[in-house]
């Protein structure tokens, strides 16, 4: 299968990550590091399935987004492509519990497919962005998640002093150095300035620094990595992390998809800034052949 391979810079062109969240009351904040790098003895086992708004316990939606170590498992029984960050066909070490990324639509489709071929009481699905939706419920306004203001924070702290290079060949600053602190800076609200500037091809998205975390599946965390934020049905993560998928096909009114159609996906990344992640920010979507490096996916289970 020919599959397109997309930065997620191209399609979160309509996110202005710099803009300021009105719902971002305190500086973000990271799971502790223990949440992050830890490895999961259980991170392969069946996932958890939630019923949620008016569906009945026939459809369930689950806990989680798919990671990687799940969708390891259907690579390894398959002998479908592994996403494009995964080395040697392995996920990056440390990464079990989280989010699979750069899968398509249809890489999407073929897990489920995996999925209820080895389950004879259900079938699997990509839920619809209205499903999702009612899975989610409302945003809490103090809800913690892994948005780009983490990103920035954590970055910041670690090596601020650290010299990033811009790499891209439209840049009006190709080949220039910068202090990272230079380039990128948090308001004490949260919201993040010199995330990117798509007019001159400036802003840390066009740094070596950020194509080194794209190429590594970027700056995800594990999916439990914040259980004090729950949906409306209890599943976890789904706000920022990575973008899910949805089978509902729409007219994109974000981004470079603005006026084309294609597949809704919903709750943000940990690119996108902290209101695009908002169960009510809709319009965003890409094509269903695209692999991204901010969009993952989290599926339905049907009882028979």
């Given at each position: ?66 990671t990687n170590a799940e969708y390891a498992r259907f690579v390894k029984e398959t002998g479908h492509e592994p996403p494009r960050y995964w080395k040697n066909g392995k996920f990056p070490e440390g990464k079990e519990k989280h989010p699979v990324l750069w899968v ?77 602190s230079e380039v990128i800076s948090i308001s004490p609200n949260g919201g993040v300035r010199g995330w990117v500037n798509h007019r001159n091809y400036t802003g840390f998205i066009y740094t070596d620094l950020f194509r080194e975390i794209s190429d590594a599946g ?87």
């Amino acid at each position: 299968m020919n599959k397109t391979i997309i930065i997620c810079a191209a399609g979160l062109i309509g996110i202005a990550a710099f803009a300021v969240s009105r719902h971002v009351k305190t500086p973000p904040k990271e799971p502790n590091d223990n949440a992050v790098s830890a490895k999961s003895e259980t991170a392969a086992q069946e996932p958890a399935f939630l019923p949620f708004g008016e569906a009945s316990n026939a459809a369930k939606i689950a806990q989680y987004p798919v990671t990687n170590a799940e969708y390891a498992r259907f690579v390894k029984e398959t002998g479908h492509e592994p996403p494009r960050y995964w080395k040697n066909g392995k996920f990056p070490e440390g990464k079990e519990k989280h989010p699979v990324l750069w899968v398509s639509l249809r890489d999407a489709e073929a897990y489920c497919a995996w999925l209820g071929k080895n389950d004879a009481a259900h079938t699997y699905r990509l839920p619809t962005e209205a499903e999702w939706e009612s899975a989610a419920g409302a945003t809490p306004h103090d809800a913690e998640f892994n948005f780009n203001g983490v990103i920035a924070a954590h970055l910041l702290k670690k090596d601020k002093d650290r010299l990033v290079e811009f790499v891209h060949p439209k840049s009006e600053l190709k080949g220039k150095k910068q202090k990272l602190s230079e380039v990128i800076s948090i308001s004490p609200n949260g919201g993040v300035r010199g995330w990117v500037n798509h007019r001159n091809y400036t802003g840390f998205i066009y740094t070596d620094l950020f194509r080194e975390i794209s190429d590594a599946g970027g700056r995800t965390t594990p999916v439990d990595a914040y259980p004090q934020t729950k949906a409306a049905c209890g599943a976890l993560d789904m706000w920022g992390n990575c973008w899910e998928w949805t089978s509902t096909e729409i007219v994109a009114r974000n981004g470079a998809e603005r006026g084309k159609n294609v597949n809704a996906i919903k709750g943000g990344s940990w690119y996108a800034n902290k209101s695009s992640c908002r169960t009510d920010y809709s319009g965003e979507g890409r094509r269903p052949e695209g692999c991204y490096n901010t969009v993952g996916f989290r599926v339905m289970q049907i009882a028979k």
